[in-house]
């Protein structure tokens, strides 16, 4: 059965903590996508998400709270990098990972022994928690391997009715999901790339930071594809993009282009969407754009290639997982 988004007033964020309390489980608006939540103290709630998203039970949630404060109910130590970055970012789009307390379900952290904490800058994300009181563990409210929900309708369309309730918080402002760093052992590393910097981390851990291999290594056929529309999407330099679009069309096949330069946009196409050419307003419509893309049905979707530098990280690193 279709679910109907709820209309967020002060009954309705209750009735969601209420619901979260009963185990059931809740979407939310975040200020990067919409999450999935349950009850992160109850494994038999977060084993609903699983079951909900069809998601590998290895893979872990992360956990969102209402304050910095509640660090130490899920960390077992928190470390100096990690209350800077919390005074530095939080409330904001910034996950970080930390050994986990003996408490932490491990249903939540997927077997492993540290838990990703966050608390979201998004108005009723907070009052959800500030309503709930503990942590609520969430991925982002889509099936498995599929584009991250930024509309309270995208979630309304991929998940059935084990969702008990889904806030419509509108839009959401940063688009993309959040940086993840791991401060777990010696090394701070970036295990993936989001709207907050590595030279923004850099300069308030004034340390280096790593980046994960796993974000950069891809092995064509070996890693499952995430964040992918069903359409085959193909990422493509400006200057193939125009023979690419001619080649294709001539071979009578129906093509949608994700653009951001004018002159990309302007070409006699049908299916032609323009994103804003700042990376900040890009990360914002990309997944929104991909999915208006993909309903059409496509043979393919070209996606101009945006510029190769910091600000661009997050966007370049999901278009990579998004194209074949
Ligand atoms: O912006 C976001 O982070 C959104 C909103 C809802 O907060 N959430 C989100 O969740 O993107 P999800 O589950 O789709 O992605 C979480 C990522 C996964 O790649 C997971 O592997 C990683 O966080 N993660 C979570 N806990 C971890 C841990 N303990 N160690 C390593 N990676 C972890
Ligand atoms: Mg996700």
Same mark, same amino acid.
């Given at each position: ?46 084993? %609903? ?34 209350? %800077? ?116 981390? %850099? ?117 990579? %997982?998004?194209?074949?």
């Amino acid at each position: 059965m279709a679910l109907t988004p709820t209309t967020v007033t002060p009954q309705s964020i209750q009735q969601a903590a209420d619901l979260l309390h009963q185990g059931e489980l809740v979407a939310f608006p975040t200020e990067t996508v919409y999450g999935l939540g349950a009850d992160a103290s109850n494994p038999d709630a977060v084993g %609903k998400i699983f079951a909900a998203k069809g998601r590998p039970a290895d893979h872990p949630l992360i956990v969102h709270i209402a304050s910095a404060a509640q660090l130490s109910d899920w960390a077992e130590e928190v470390p100096e990098s990690a209350l %800077k970055l919390a005074e530095a970012f939080w409330p904001g789009p910034l996950t970080i990972i930390l050994t986990k307390k003996a408490c932490v379900p491990l249903a939540v952290t997927g077997g492993q022994n540290t838990v990703g904490l966050r608390v979201p800058a998004n108005p009723v994300a907070l009052q959800l928690l500030q309503a709930f009181g503990g942590g609520v563990a969430a991925p982002s409210a889509n099936r498995f391997g599929r584009i991250s929900p930024t509309l309270a309708e995208h979630v309304a369309e991929e998940l059935n009715d084990s969702v008990a309730c889904i806030l419509d918080g509108g839009a959401c402002s940063v688009g993309v999901e959040s940086t993840i760093i791991d401060l777990s052992d010696g090394q701070p590393t970036i295990l993936r790339p989001g709207r907050i910097t590595r030279s923004q981390l %850099k300069a308030v851990l004034k340390t280096d930071i790593g980046l994960s291999s796993q974000t950069k290594i891809r092995a064509p056929g070996m890693m499952a594809v995430h964040y992918a529309p069903n359409t085959m999407a193909l990422l493509c330099p400006a200057e193939t993009l125009i023979s690419m679009i001619d080649e294709l069309c001539a071979e009578g096949k129906q093509i949608g282009v994700l653009a951001f330069s004018t002159e990309i946009a302007n070409l006699p196409c049908l299916n032609i969407l323009q994103l804003p050419d700042q990376a900040e307003h890009y990360e914002a419509a990309l997944y929104s754009a991909m999915r208006e893309l993909d309903k059409l049905a496509l043979d393919s979707i070209l996606i101009e290639q945006p510029p190769n530098n910091e600000a661009w990280a997050a966007v370049n690193d999901r278009l990579e %997982k998004a194209t074949v």
